[in-house]
Every structure is written in structure tokens, then in C-alpha cells.
């Protein structure tokens, strides 16, 4: 007898390629997705998921390279945040028509953070690119969403893990992939070929402001590890208080969080922590 599974999909930057791989072995063992919730990343690959376009996605993403990510990075001089966050969403729509989020296949929410009045934001109809634009605004790194009179940044800000979002019927197994699991110290260096002027102003900005290095002086990398510690813990919280029938959980250090290049390995990991995951 097949399985129906309510997916959570955690936030987590580029490790939320981790989510893809999952969804591919929950599948492969005869588990059915019948809803999905998710914030940041997660609300991203899990719309995807309930549009039936997640396999376009993974196309594509799994043919990048690092100077691909480099430039989606649409740099800004606003004082709220370091990239708009548009041109990659702009990019997706050549092959990802916008749907609403009422006529997927799938029940979906997407959830990002009220910042203005403390609360989420549950998105679960309306258009899918705005939702997930509002969901990714990771503070200082990208600009805010103004909606409705206030400003939506990142929905891993307030729950990371949104299980309450997910629409759960009675016999449901609530299954979360937490890009927040235990880190690990074997993890392998990225090995990417390093040279030229590009590559090395790429590394210096991504380790230096958007990775939140904790042994950078600077403002961003301050601002976002501190955030990280904050949302690690409220992850962990949430799934103390919520206690999924099952975890599949991905190394907290295992990428940074623009690794987009690095897909085939990320998406690699999730299958193998799905894996482990389903068998235990």
C-alpha cells in the first residue's frame, strides 16, 4: 500500500537542492506526495514540486557552473539589501510559465516573514514567483518585498520548518527534509578550479559577506551568522515540538549559501539522506 507523505521543506540556501534529491527517493519507495509546504528555498523547490515542474528545474540547475551563479547575482545600491533577487526568478519564467498557487496540482503554501508586525505570511494562492521571491529575501542579502503595507523578508526568519503550513489529512506520514541537521566534518572541499580575477572576487564576496563566515570582520557575515545561529535553533525547536514520523536531515555545513553550482553533488546528498532516512 502506497504511502501519502505531507512534505516540509525547511529553508537553508543552496542546500535546499538537497530537497530535490529527496523528493526523488521518497518516490522511488512508493511514497505519495499529496502536500507541501516550505519556506525560502523550500518554498521554492516545493512549489515547483506541486506544479509538476520540479524536473525542469533540476535540468537546469544541475547545468550550472559557478560563473552561472555569479551572474544571477543582480547587485543593487539600496540600502535594504544586497541583491533584488529578480533576475534568475526572470530567467526561470522563460521556461517556468508563473501559476497560481490555488491551481497546482498539489496543495501548496509558501511561507515568508511580516517583519513589520512580528508573524508570518502564509501564501497559499496568488502567484508562485511572488511568493517565492518574498519567501528567499534573506535579510541584507536581498531586498524585501513590499505587500500589503508592511515588508516580507525570508520565512525561515520565523519558521524555518513550517509544519503547521502543510496540508495534512488524517493518515498523512509528516515527513520534513531540515537542511539543518548535524554537521559534519568530512564533508570534501569544493574543488572548482579557482583561478582568474572573477573567480577569486567571487570567493572573497561569497566568504567574506554571503556565506556569514564567522571569522570575517565584516557587517553581512556578522549579521548572517548570527541569523543562522538563531534559525538552526528554532529549526531544532520546531521539530522537538512537532515530532515528524520522519527526518531526513542534511549536514547544516554541507554547502554555502549560493552553492548552486554544486548541484548534481547536493541533489546526490539528499537521495542518500532520504535513503537513510526511509530504511531506519
Not at 47 to 59: C, I, P, R, V
Not at 152 to 174: A, C, F
Request: aromatic residues 8%; glycine residues 8%.
Amino acid at each position: 500500500m502506497k504511502q501519502n507523505v505531507a512534505l516540509v521543506l525547511s529553508s537553508g540556501g543552496s542546500r535546499g537542492l538537497a530537497h530535490i534529491g529527496a523528493i526523488s527517493e521518497l518516490e522511488k519507495h512508493g511514497f505519495t506526495i499529496t502536500s507541501v509546504s516550505g519556506s525560502s528555498i523550500g518554498a521554492v523547490i516545493g512549489g515547483l514540486y506541486a506544479m509538476h515542474k520540479l524536473q525542469e528545474f533540476t535540468s537546469w540547475v544541475s547545468s550550472f557552473k559557478k560563473m552561472n551563479v555569479w551572474g544571477f547575482m543582480d547587485f543593487t545600491l539600496a540600502t535594504n539589501g544586497l541583491l533584488k533577487g529578480e533576475r534568475v526568478f526572470d530567467k526561470m519564467k522563460a521556461f517556468i510559465p508563473d501559476v497560481n498557487i490555488e491551481d497546482m496540482p498539489i496543495p501548496f503554501a509558501a511561507v515568508a516573514t511580516d517583519i513589520l508586525h512580528e508573524k508570518e505570511v502564509v501564501f497559499t494562492k496568488g502567484s508562485f514567483y511572488e511568493a517565492a521571491r518574498a519567501s528567499i529575501a534573506i535579510p541584507a542579502v536581498f531586498t524585501p518585498v513590499k505587500c500589503n503595507s508592511t515588508i516580507l523578508v525570508d520565512g525561515g526568519v520565523l519558521n524555518p520548518i513550517p509544519v503547521e503550513q502543510v496540508s495534512r489529512k488524517n493518515g498523512d506520514m509528516l515527513v520534513v527534509v531540515n537542511l539543518y541537521g548535524d554537521k559534519k566534518y568530512d564533508i570534501p572541499k569544493d574543488t572548482t578550479n579557482n583561478n582568474g580575477y572573477l573567480n577569486r572576487l567571487m570567493n572573497t564576496l561569497s566568504t567574506l559577506i554571503l556565506t556569514g563566515d564567522k571569522h570575517s570582520t565584516g557587517y553581512y557575515s556578522l549579521l548572517s551568522s548570527t541569523t543562522s545561529a538563531m534559525i538552526h535553533r528554532i529549526a531544532k525547536m520546531s521539530i522537538e515540538k512537532h515530532k515528524p514520523d520522519m527526518i531526513i536531515n542534511i549536514p547544516g555545513n554541507s554547502a554555502n549559501t549560493f552553492d548552486f553550482y554544486r548541484a548534481k553533488e547536493l541533489i546526490q546528498l539528499g537521495e542518500n539522506a532520504a535513503k537513510e532516512a526511509i530504511n531506519y
